[in-house]
């Protein structure tokens, strides 16, 4: 088990193979080990790195809201890396993960060569309906997490998944059942629920200039819309709307998934983005 002391709290990694880093930043029902198949497939020319964000069993689960932030889960990862003495990466996330990956180019574009954005801005559509709705739900943990966690499995933008890979979903829905209900709460409130929309980022995402591949479910219906804005509003970035998927698109697709992202990094290494 690798841990690494950070900002206060201790953050569990795994590294994989050799050669040009690339991180992966998983999202809110999911932690490092939903990123097997992309480790199984980059790990053979790079070395790969998951992580459990904070709040994320064997990570640190800190008690208060206060421990829980956009920004918290920014500078984790950047911590992570400078932990990890790596000085230039490939970032890349899914749903939570893909919002971060979208903080991390604004903040640290000295860092990242590359961003890969995938299921990002749920919420940035009517936020004022999402705050209420994550507030409901964070208190649903509290009560009963296991019931709660069953029920989230089985949302309007995860039954795509079931329906394709049953093994694979049941798989997901038990790891998110023995997830921390004190840190999928805190995180939900704090990090869900008070980050910035994709909206509010519009003048810090238009002066992003790194190479950046935008990845949406055509059936992750809050996704779309801040998916095309993204595009529209990062002047180096192209989009790709994989059909017939929902939410989590690198467990649904995973062979497509990888090929995307294979084919835009050699796209970057080759100068031909």
């Given at each position: 088990m690798s841990i690494a002391s950070i900002n206060g709290v201790d953050i569990y990694y795994e590294t994989y193979g050799e050669g040009f880093p690339i991180i992966f930043s998983h999202e809110f029902a999911g932690d490092s080990q939903s990123w097997m198949p992309q480790v199984n497939y980059f790990s053979r020319k790079y070395k790969v790195i998951t992580y459990n964000d904070r709040g994320y069993p064997p990570s640190s689960v800190p008690e208060g809201d206060d421990n829980y932030s956009q920004e918290k889960s920014l500078e984790d990862l950047?911590?992570?890396l400078n932990y990890l003495d790596?000085?230039?990466?490939?970032i890349a996330g899914l749903s939570m993960g893909g919002g971060l990956a979208v903080s991390f180019g604004i903040k640290y574009p000295q860092i990242a060569k590359a961003l890969v954005i995938a299921g990002a801005g749920s919420g940035s559509d009517n936020s004022d309906n999402w705050k209420e709705?994550?507030?409901?739900?964070?208190?649903?943990?509290?009560?009963?997490?296991?019931?709660?966690?069953d029920s989230y499995a089985k949302g309007p933008q995860r039954l795509q998944y079931k329906s394709k890979d049953p093994k694979g979903w049941n798989i997901f829905r038990d790891a998110l059942v023995n997830h921390s209900p004190l840190g999928s709460a805190n995180t939900f409130k704090n990090v869900q629920g008070k980050r910035k929309t994709i909206y509010e980022l519009e003048k810090e995402i238009e002066k992003i200039d790194i190479p950046s591949l935008i990845i949406v479910g055509d059936e992750d219906e809050p996704c779309i819309n801040p998916?095309?804005?993204?595009?529209?509003?990062?002047k180096?970035?192209?989009?790709?709307f994989v059909p017939k998927t929902g939410h989590t698109v690198n467990l649904e697709e995973p062979s497509l998934f990888n090929q995307l992202i294979d084919e835009f990094l050699s796209k970057v290494e080759n100068n031909t983005w």
């Open positions: 950047h911590g992570l790596i000085k230039e990466a490939y709705s994550v507030n409901n739900q964070a208190s649903l943990m509290e009560k009963d997490f296991t019931s709660w966690a998916g095309i804005f993204l595009k529209n509003k990062m180096n970035s192209g989009l790709v």
